[in-house]
């Protein structure tokens, strides 16, 4: 794929981590200082009412300083460095990665068309999918994430949008994107995907033939666990129907969450890494635990989705599951209450390591999931791997204990 067009000439030959440095800033402009200043604002004012006048009818353009809600230099600065990270043509911000999910939704719902949705989505992905748009009267197909081209199968003539997950929230399938994308551009659908796990610097949806590529901000651009974001990022073709439908949602975020986010974007490249290579480490040691009856994580040689995650990625995030031999709910509570380092709660891609119980059987009926024992998600933070490990061995003794 061709750079986008706001791309400055010298930074195309670039590599990721170089241009998340200075992607979506210019000193030059702003009198040399390093970051873009946090612009509060609402009421926009104009000299004249033909300014007045114009600018109302120029507000869909990338840019143009019409009111608080529509953008601001640095809603603006934020989305071009979410634009040149993802390899789009331009993004549009959201409040939150459900906003973000939400929004890309609606952009394409009308009364009677279908889409086709990932059985492994995010689970308030599915509850609005089975709840605001069915009532709409969008008609909703979920399916196996591992179907690859045979979703050409699933198409019908009111198909409108194929929205991808990968890997799946939970669960974490690999999808071939390529596949999919390749299907539904052929039949002249629409495809987009829930990039979140790869933060956009792993994975490039749009070079492998995808229309829209979203992510919840709110977990590693931001990276610090105390922000909400969504964004959006689209091929040209797209682009405009996105950003309208966000200005009709009211789709903003205020100036100071988006300055985290774009600073947390400064250093997502190191933090990414450091989160990969614990995550890889933790994995490898899971898989060793007699408590243990599968790693979910396509960063290893053995998971079901490695070729193609090899195939498609650069790098694996600090996210998995972790499938335990039989265990009561009992002992699960027993193991998870008595963690010292890895915290209980929602959310994930801080520098906080996690773990919480998933019900993954709860969100699945394309192919639903079946397995013997408890299903954990783990997301592994910047802690030392050593410590990690010691709590996990504390928490396998009160599960063990527990039985």
């Known amino acids: 794929m061709t750079s986008p067009p706001h791309l400055p000439k010298d930074r195309e030959g670039n590599r990721p981590e170089t241009r998340l440095i200075h992607a979506g800033r210019n000193p030059r402009e702003q009198q040399g200082m390093i970051n873009p200043p946090v612009w509060h604002a609402s009421t926009v004012l104009f000299p004249t009412m033909a300014d007045l006048e114009a600018s109302a009818s120029r507000r869909m353009n990338k840019g143009q300083i019409n009111y608080g809600r529509v953008g601001t230099p640095t809603s603006y600065a934020f989305e071009d460095a979410v634009a040149e990270l993802e390899g789009g043509y331009r993004s549009v ?15 394409y719902a009308e009364k009677g068309v279908h889409f086709l949705i990932a059985d ?96 919840a901000g709110t977990k590693y651009l931001v990276g610090h666990a105390d922000a909400m974001m969504g964004v959006i990022t689209s091929t040209e073709a797209e682009y405009k129907r996105l950003r309208t439908m966000a200005y009709l949602l009211g789709q903003c975020a205020g100036p100071d969450d988006i300055y985290l986010a774009l600073r947390g974007m400064r250093t997502l490249a190191i933090r990414l890494h450091h989160h990969q290579e614990s995550a890889l480490t933790m994995a490898r040691w899971l898989q060793k635990r007699p408590e243990v009856a599968q790693v979910l994580h396509p960063g290893l040689p053995e998971d079901p989705g490695h070729d193609l995650w090899k195939r498609d990625f650069t790098g694996s995030s600090g996210l998995f599951g972790v499938i335990l031999k039989p265990a009561s709910s009992r002992a699960v509570a027993a193991m998870l209450d008595g963690m010292s380092l890895f915290g209980m709660g929602f959310s994930w891609g801080g520098f906080e390591s996690l773990i919480i119980p998933a019900h993954a059987e709860n969100y699945r009926t394309a192919k639903p999931w079946k397995v013997e024992g408890p299903l954990i998600r783990l997301h592994i933070g910047l802690e030392a791997v050593e410590d990690l490990m010691a709590d996990l061995e504390s928490g396998f003794d009160r599960l063990k204990a527990a039985a």
């Open 93 to 107: 911000v959201a409040s939150s990665g459900l906003a973000a999910v939400t929004t890309t939704l609606m952009a």
């Open 120 to 215: 492994s989505v995010y689970g308030p992905t599915r509850v609005y999918c089975d709840t605001v748009l069915q009532r709409l009267g969008i008609e909703i197909t979920y399916y196996d994430p591992l179907i690859g081209s045979g979703i050409k199968t699933l198409i019908k003539p009111n198909t409108r949008l194929i929205y991808m997950e990968s890997p799946g929230s939970l669960t974490f399938e690999v999808q071939d994107v390529s596949a999919i994308a390749a299907v539904a551009r052929a039949a002249g659908i629409v495809s987009a995907i829930d990039n979140t796990w790869s933060a956009g610097l792993f994975f490039k949806p749009l070079d492998h033939g995808v229309d829209i590529s979203l992510q």
